[in-house]
Nanobody
């Protein structure tokens, strides 16, 4: 499956953004777990959230603190990450990734990756 991430941009602290991860090239998108990861400048890539094929959801609660919501539209083969109350610490390149099988926060187990979309939050 091919993934295309979009929706990033430059916003002020407190604003909201919605990222989208559009999938193509596979007709069984509903069987995939899709996750968002992010990589801040000078830091490693970290898990943000996933939504499993059966709707199970997990967040990196320490990082997102109830401000982010992940959802999926299987008819549009798209997963969304709604981000609110953005903070400068949320500045990062956001990547979506997909895998078949069980849900996991381990980025090494995701086989398909999008190109990333940059989110910059100014103070």
């Amino acid at each position: 499956v091919q993934l295309q991430a979009s929706g990033g941009g430059l916003v002020q602290a407190g604003a909201s953004l919605r990222l989208a991860c559009a999938a193509s090239g596979h007709t069984f998108f509903s069987r995939y777990t899709v996750a968002w990861f992010r990589q801040a400048p000078g830091k490693g890539r970290e898990f943000v959230a996933y939504i499993s094929w059966n709707g199970g959801i997990r967040y990196n609660t320490e990082s997102v603190k109830g401000r982010f919501t992940i959802s999926r539209d299987n008819a549009r083969t798209t997963v969304y990450l709604q981000m609110s109350s953005l903070e400068p610490e949320d500045t990062a390149v956001y990547y979506c990734a997909a895998r078949q099988g069980s849900s996991t926060t381990a980025q090494g187990l995701y086989s398909s990756w999008g190109q990333g979309t940059l989110v910059t939050v100014s103070s």
